[in-house]
């Protein structure tokens, strides 16, 4: 293997990136179309249904020690049934990489660039993009953790927020919008949480056993989780629930209003920031899709699949051009991920379990 | 010459035992001379001494002291009854003409099987300095001279470690430049210091004159604009860095010393803060950080908020800002390009010029540039400002080095952020520091420790902590003994 260890706090770190991204800026209106101001709940069910997912690939992969997701599927599936699985994840990874880098694209047009066309957008987030998930596990690692610290800068901004008038009423009642709304406002938290694929490919590379392995990554989503039901709160807080349905972001809005002696629109500060979570979250799915395709084409070696995939994105990105477009795209993707992070591991690990390939002695270990 | 070396490991150990040709003396005086005039091409500065038929003296006068030759030499080959008094008793003629051009001088006799040396090479060297380039208000001003022997001498008399290693080799095919590599043996890690030899032994050149030209040659990414060995005139640094279980590279004839395996934040420390009190080092150290922040990321931001992000400044401000920027017809980025120009040509001119017409160059470009240039409408009063705050903070940084890497940097963001504002910036920012976190000097991650993180060892990055704190080495050079002090404030405790 090529690719040298990394730590199980850099573990953390990476499921934390690669979890934390471009669905948060739009999650709390999102999720306020079903649950109303039960939003909160919502996003807290879609974090722990992404624990029972997390859970579920982990088992997996425990039957299946120092191997990842593409190699497991060879050997459950047998070989070529195996590598046209291991096709589907990859194009898979690659089409959620190209629906962060559209969404991204997208968002910069309106917020910060309104006059520079899109594709030079999604040119310079491929290239950055590029540059940064050509590097090594090891590398990338580093600067997860490195850039981390700008989340919690991102934490405290909205605190200045509440300098103004926010209204606890907002909250009330709590849960009446009901089960069924919840779940379902829970389905585009969920949307925006994804992200924990990661650990499929990457779990075999962490130092320490696979039980700390298992302990980091729940605490990651549990950051992750208390972090977007706390700026799902702080919007409902600040919005009326009639404010809310109307803006598309409100996570920015929040920040639009807040001025300083020195520093006005705290948003575009606060945007600016969020560019670095967002491109993480992009380099973990183009990390992913270059070490599928590599996998399954090129032995293993990512030298080619760096360059194809993201000049693949940005020809597929350059034919979206309406926001109809968009969000149908992003309709597929999000249904699609269902299939790739409960159906397709639940699969594999039953065949594995009937087949009998799931190795018993070295997940009690 | 240069036979390129074909398989790896090949080279390994070679430099330890340069291939050197075998060639006894010869019974006869006469053979003697005509080899070594030969192997010295007839130079004319070699002196042959015939004392007798059967008895000569062989010196380069170049490079001897004559009174040594008269005082110490001449006696002892006039004083010898059986058994002659020398510093190295050499049989091999190739031996014997290297050693001469070190200054050495040789007996010849008939009657003896062997050359007798002695040392009387003249010292020509300058007294030992402050380095202008790296000056310090507190702590010692020793700086490193030209001669190699001295500046290990002033190594080895800030440490008095028998486990002080120095090993010499000879780099530079046609220069046969003495370079040693010093290290403490009980510390620095066997794997970096063979890695150091593995590479150095591909090092076949011509010509060596200063560490700068190995530097190039074992330096893990010479493409990078971040220097991965820490160039510095001082032995204090030199010896703060061997205890953390570093090298150092020292030639002969050149002052600087290079250091690795090396951090970026050993770039932005000096010996001040340590010999100041912690608080004071501190805020030393945390505004230094701050001026590489000022001088990479300042014209960019200023050009990004007045082309694209109007609206995060104060409206108050914005008024100032337009004011000063309404007559001027060039867009931002030209502006600060021009004027970043001008000043890295000022900046060059005063080094090279003699300290009288730099003073001028001082006048003509603060006074004559600055006002001219801003009077004329061609730049605004707010970037003149922004771009000598840039220049202040780049070279308040203590290793000159890094403050032009940072400078150097500031370019491709200042053209970043001219075509996409805050956005350009933090790209850039992200390829800046990914490539930090990529990069690695022997093996040792470069941005240590702050990518790959560790806690524990951030004591003296961007500020620093009371030194008895600093129980472990760092962990960056992988240190054999990791343990640095006992408890030095134990006496509190046992009260």
Known sequence: ?365 | MFRRRGGKGEGLNAYENPQQEEKSLFPKLADNIFFIQNSLVHTEDLIIQHLSETESLFFIESLVDSKEISDKVLTRIMNRDNEIVCDKKITNLYEMTNLLLDGYTFFISESMTFAAGFNSSAQEKRSIQEPLSEKILKGSHAGFIENLDTNIQLVRKAVKNPKLMVRYMTLGERSRTKVAVIYIEDLANDDIINELFRRLSYAKVDYIQSPGHIQEFIEDETYSPFPQMLNTERPDRVVANLMEGRFAIIADGSPTAMIAPINFFAFIQTPDDYNNRWLIGSFLTLFRTMSILIAIGLPSLYIAVVSFHYEIIPFELVLALKGTLEFVPVPPIIEAVSMLIILELLSEAATRLPSPIAQTIGVVGGLVIGTAVVEANLVSNSMVVVVALTAVASYALPITEMGTTIRLLSFPLMVASSLFGLVGIVFGLMVIFLHLCKLESFGTPYFTPLAPFRLSENKDTIIRLPLWQFIKRPSGPRPKDSVRTGHPRGWKRDE
């Open chain 1, 1 to 365: 293997m090529n690719e040298k260890s990394i730590s199980q706090k850099q573990l953390f770190f990476m499921v934390l990136q690669s979890q934390i991204g471009i669905g948060l800026l739009a999650l709390p209106s999102n999720v306020f179309s079903h649950s109303k101001n039960d939003g909160w709940m919502s996003v807290l069910l879609a974090g722990i249904c992404i624990q029972i997912m997390i859970l579920l690939m982990w088992t997996l992969l425990n039957g299946f020690k120092g191997k990842s997701i593409f190699e497991i599927s060879e050997i459950v599936f047998g070989k070529y049934v195996g590598k046209f699985i291991n096709i589907l994840y990859t194009v898979y990874f690659l089409l959620v990489m190209a629906l962060l880098a559209l969404l991204f694209a997208n968002l910069l047009k309106e917020w910060i660039l309104g006059y520079t066309p899109l594709s030079i957008l999604l040119l310079i987030i491929l290239a950055t993009a590029l540059y940064i998930g050509k590097s090594n596990l090891r590398v990338l690692a580093r600067f997860y953790m490195l850039t981390a610290g700008v989340i919690i800068i991102s934490i405290v901004l909205p605190w200045f927020a509440f300098t103004f008038n926010f209204e606890w009423a907002y909250l009330f009642p709590v849960g009446q919008s009901g089960l069924g709304n919840i779940t379902m406002g829970a389905h585009d938290a969920i949307v925006a949480m994804i992200g924990f694929e990661i650990i499929a490919v990457i779990l075999p590379f962490v130092e320490g056993t696979y039980k700390q392995t298992l302990k980091n990554v729940s605490l990651a989503n549990m950051t992750v989780t208390l972090m977007y039901v706390y700026f799902t709160i702080a919007c409902y807080l600040i919005f009326s629930p009639a404010e809310i349905k109307i803006i598309s972001e409100p996570v920015l809005y929040l920040l639009k209003a807040v001025n300083f002696q020195w520093v006005e629109r705290l948003d575009l500060i606060f945007l600016s920031i969020w560019i670095i979570p967002m491109t993480t979250s992009l380099v973990t799915y183009f990390y992913l899709s270059s070490k599928g395709a590599a996998y399954t084409l090129h032995k293993g070696q990512r030298k080619y699949t760096i360059w194809y995939l993201p000049l693949f994105v940005f020809i597929l990105g350059l034919f979206f051009s309406s926001e109809f477009e968009m969000k149908q795209f992003s309709k597929y993707v999000a249904a699609s991920s269902y299939i790739f992070t409960v159906f397709m591991p639940l699969l594999t690990l039953l065949v594995s379990i009937v087949r009998k390939k799931y190795n018993y002695r070295s997940s009690s270990v």
